[in-house]
């Protein structure tokens, strides 16, 4: 009985059975089919949003408003009587809470052509409005030179600066981002109303799925004092 030789293929001199090197084509194949698929889906969907915790998230925004009225010190002035609540615990300077929302956030790469206008629905961004009127201007600038020389010494990065001075209209503000979170905190104050507002914002983030914005207890905010020194 004649056996038939197996051919064999050459690689760096030594032979190699064929069956072997079409299994190692067929590997590098996949490979290179699975990372040619991986790139197509990344410039497709874009990089993916990380995903958060909503109360997690929440509570950072609420712990970076208490440092921002803290770093006002707005409660060292003295109350004016005719201004104080009938309780007679809310100051001349007294800040309104504020309550947590979401904002819309949009597909990316070159999904969001797809998908032009079209919020998410399972990834949301984060943000706290509030404010504390009748701030005389002098006063205004002292607290917010405070949130300055914090955020700055926190390493924060200034990012916009709303300082403005027209006809009829004199504004001071700014803004700073966590260069780590990507959380911005915004601080404006003007003539017209003599009121100063802050917004703290955290950047979009997948949400689980059942996350419900209606009704969400954490997302209230009433103004306290940290403690801080």
Partial sequence: ????PVRRVRAFGRPIPHAVAG???????AVLG??????VGKVWNGEPYPSVDPDAVAQRLKDRSDEVYDDFALSEIPEMPEESGKDGKSGK???APGKIATGACYYRGLRGFAHIDEARSDVRSFG???SVPHVPEATARDAQQR???????????????????????????FRFEDPES???VDVRWNDSTTTLFIS??????????DFAEYGWSEADWHPKRTGRT
């Fill in 182 to 184: 990507g959380d911005q």
């Fill in 34 to 39: 699975n990372l040619v698929v991986g790139q």
């Fill in 147 to 173: 949130v300055r020389q914090r955020l700055v010494k926190q390493g924060w990065k200034h990012t916009h600066d709303g300082d403005r001075a027209g006809a009829a209209l004199r504004e001071l503000g």
């Fill in 23 to 29: 299994l190692a084509l067929a590997v590098a194949v």
């Fill in 1 to 4: 009985m004649f056996k038939t």
């Fill in 93 to 95: 300077y007294a800040a």
């Fill in 128 to 130: 706290l409005d509030w």
């Fill in 200 to 209: 703290v914002y955290a950047p979009c983030g997948e949400v689980p799925d």
